[in-house]
């Protein structure tokens, strides 16, 4: 059957403010180059046949000619030439062989050399290792597409986050990638944020896979200072006309929406369900982050771990879908507001809902979805973001528009599409000005992700929906007023995130080192009620006693 149509949409378009300044980004490279590098690689006697003086009547002139022996010119070590390097990838630090050159640890994802790949591209003498200033401006000149005109970011900023301090996505170092044999990771960034600043970065990533794949999990690793992460795929020759690098623009005539998340989120498919992408397959990496502080620059920086089977081992493709409203006037009045709109006759006769989630800003008070009758009106409600795991009827509703839930469905939900469905969102604007759907996180959105396929995901005895789940978790004593041990059923696989939730929905526990098939947590702390817990799927409530 025919996919659901994406709805268009950006999620914002923050602009970063780069200084009135300075130097082309490329000659900012090139002058690295001449204080570090030519007394190995000059012009009359390039080692390794790599001239970085250049030739030129002016400096401009030397650096855009240095440049263009580096963009997407093979390197003559056979070894990098085999794994797909070029001496400069536009937009891929990491299949850039000058960078892991000159990487010498201070990028832990990217390997060390190699014994066939030559030694390091050390600096001059008597200081033989680049600064992390140095190889931090020439990692962003590949990172914003190794262009050899304008400046493509605030090299100042860089400068000031590796002298004075900053803070990271990932103070702790990157996180793990999958093991060898399930999946692989790949990286957005990083890049930089001035302080109380905001921006969106898209980034085209080919994927270069030597054969198509099964994706049955996608794990998004983004900071609490990330708004969302999106993970698109072209379609058709959508992707040959985006420039490498990260952008701002969103360019979006020819995608597919694969996943969307607004925070942390390890999204495991049900078993018989997978993405499936061919082996050409070229994405598009969409991060939006906000620094919250008023003095420290930022670094971002996502990871997502992709976890893979063979072609063949899933019956059902797993899709993803964007539905927008984006008529919804806000006055700043104080007042409640709601918008509602119906979705339905998407072309297919019934998608089977795996997933939901609602995504507004910060004057979102709720957000709900209704399946909708064949007369138009509200049937069953289905989610609501106001209540833990989405799950509509907790006590008291409280909503997070930071921490927006997913509500999964195992088996699937079937939704027949000449009924459709009713989402609703609901805000208030005690701000300043009437706001709009509109391309900041000082306006608003209306937006709802549905992750579905077109026939029904089913549950045997050997792959239990979300009430079987509860029952494999075993928590005891529950009651309790102090430790409590949960105990995964025999064989399965340990925990990956396991996340615990007030009755008002709010997140007050998050663990992600946790291992093996037991494992203790202490809830002394925790005030007398009741509580959900959600662990990598497997659902359950507890209580703290008194």
């Known amino acids: 059957m025919q996919k659901l149509l994406l709805s268009v949409l950006l999620f914002c378009a923050c602009a970063p403010q780069l200084p009135a300044q300075t130097l082309p980004s490329v000659q900012e490279v090139y002058r690295i180059f001449q204080n570090r590098c030519i007394s190995c690689h000059d012009h009359d006697s390039p080692e390794a046949n790599l001239d970085l003086q250049g030739v030129g009547a002016t400096e401009l002139l030397r650096a855009q000619n240095v440049a263009s022996n580096l963009i997407n010119i093979n390197p003559t070590n056979a070894n990098a030439l085999s794994n797909g390097y070029k001496r400069v990838y536009p937009g891929r630090a990491d299949k850039s062989f000058l960078f892991k050159k000159i990487n010498i640890g201070f990028e832990p994802s990217v390997p060390v050399l190699n014994a066939q790949e030559g030694g390091v591209m050390p600096g001059s003498f008597p200081n033989p290792d680049l600064t992390s200033v140095e190889k931090e401006i020439i990692r962003q000149w590949i990172l914003f597409g190794a262009k050899n005109t304008g400046v493509q970011f605030d090299k100042t900023l860089v400068e000031n986050f590796f002298t004075l301090g900053g803070d990271k996505s990932f103070p702790n170092g990157p996180p793990p990638a999958p093991a060898p044999g399930e999946g692989f990771q790949i990286k957005m960034g990083p890049f930089y944020l001035a302080p109380d600043g905001e921006v969106e970065y898209y980034q085209k990533w080919e994927m270069n896979l030597p054969a198509d794949v099964e994706v049955n999990g996608l794990d998004f690793k983004i900071s609490p200072f990330s708004h969302h992460f999106l993970l698109y795929n072209f379609t058709g020759s959508g992707a040959a006309t985006i420039p490498a690098g990260l952008r701002l623009a969103a360019n979006h005539s020819q995608i597919n929406l694969v996943a969307a998340v607004q925070e942390a989120t390890d999204l495991r498919l049900p078993g018989k369900t997978a993405f499936k992408w061919n082996k050409n397959i070229v994405l598009d990496l969409n991060s939006h982050y906000i620094n919250y502080s008023l003095s420290q620059p930022y670094q971002c920086e996502a990871y997502i771990n992709i976890y893979t089977q063979a072609p063949g081992t899933a019956p059902q493709e797993m899709f993803a879908t964007l539905l927008v409203n984006s008529n919804i006037p806000i006055p700043n009045s104080g007042d409640l507001v709601t918008h509602t709109r119906p979705e339905f006759q998407f072309g297919a006769d019934s998608i089977y809902i795996w997933g939901l989630m609602g995504h507004t800003h910060k004057y979102g008070r709720g957000y709900k979805v209704w399946k909708r009758l064949i007369n138009g009106q509200k049937g069953d409600l289905i989610y609501d973001a106001s209540c833990p795991m989405g799950v509509p009827g907790c006590p008291t509703p409280w909503y997070d528009y930071q921490h927006i839930p997913i509500r999964y469905w195992e088996p699937s939900l079937p939704i027949k599409w000449s009924n459709g469905i009713i989402h609703e969102a609901q805000w208030i604007n005690d701000g300043p000005v009437p706001v709009n759907f509109g391309p900041t996180s000082e306006d608003e959105m209306m937006v709802l ?97 008194l």
Do not use: H, W
Not at 467 to 477: H, R
């Open 449 to 545: 992700i549905a992750f579905y396929t077109e026939q029904p995901i089913t549950v045997g005895t050997d792959e239990p929906g979300p009430q079987l789940l509860e029952k494999q978790i075993l928590v005891s004593p529950n009651p309790s007023n102090g430790n409590v041990t949960f105990t995964l059923p025999e064989g399965s696989e340990g925990v990956r995130t396991f996340r615990l939730f007030n009755p008002t929905g709010q997140e007050v526990l998050r663990r992600n080192d946790l291992s093996g098939q037991s494992f203790d947590l202490d809830l002394s702390r925790l005030s007398p009620g009741v509580y959900f817990f959600d662990a990598d799927g497997r659902r359950g409530k507890l209580e703290r006693g």
